[in-house]
């Protein structure tokens, strides 16, 4: 059975970083697998793709911020600098593409729970 689980979401000051982890069980090799982000009361975005091949892409709105990574055990990674109020929300990883542009939350076949980001001024 599939699972994707996040961690290390919390708190941080405007400025300050995180890294977040996906750990994943039971996904075929070389897929896509991306990162979204949920504001309250918003709908849900991607921010960060990586491809099988390893290409990435991102969000406008994190370029040069955020870095996308995964390793050989398929655990997908989002290092978060220069954190910005914005950027609070909830964090979901998606993974296995089904067709549809990137960032589009109808795109992925499976989801993680979330973990939550909150960013302080």
């Known amino acids: 059975q599939v699972q994707l689980v996040e961690s290390g979401g919390g708190s941080a000051q405007a400025g300050g970083s995180l890294k977040l982890t996906c750990t994943t069980s039971s996904l075929p090799e070389n897929i896509h697998m991306a990162w979204f982000h949920q504001a309250q009361g918003k709908e849900r975005e991607g921010v960060a793709v990586?491809?099988?091949?390893?290409?990435t892409n991102y969000a406008d709105t994190v370029k040069d911020r955020f870095t996308i990574s995964k390793d050989n055990a398929n655990t997908l990674y989002l290092q978060m600098n220069n954190l910005k109020p914005e950027d609070t929300g909830m964090y979901y990883c998606a993974a296995y593409f089904i067709g549809g542009r990137w960032y589009w939350d109808t795109t992925y076949k499976y989801w993680g729970q979330g973990t939550q980001v909150t960013v302080s001024s």
């Open positions: 990586i491809t099988g091949g390893g290409v």
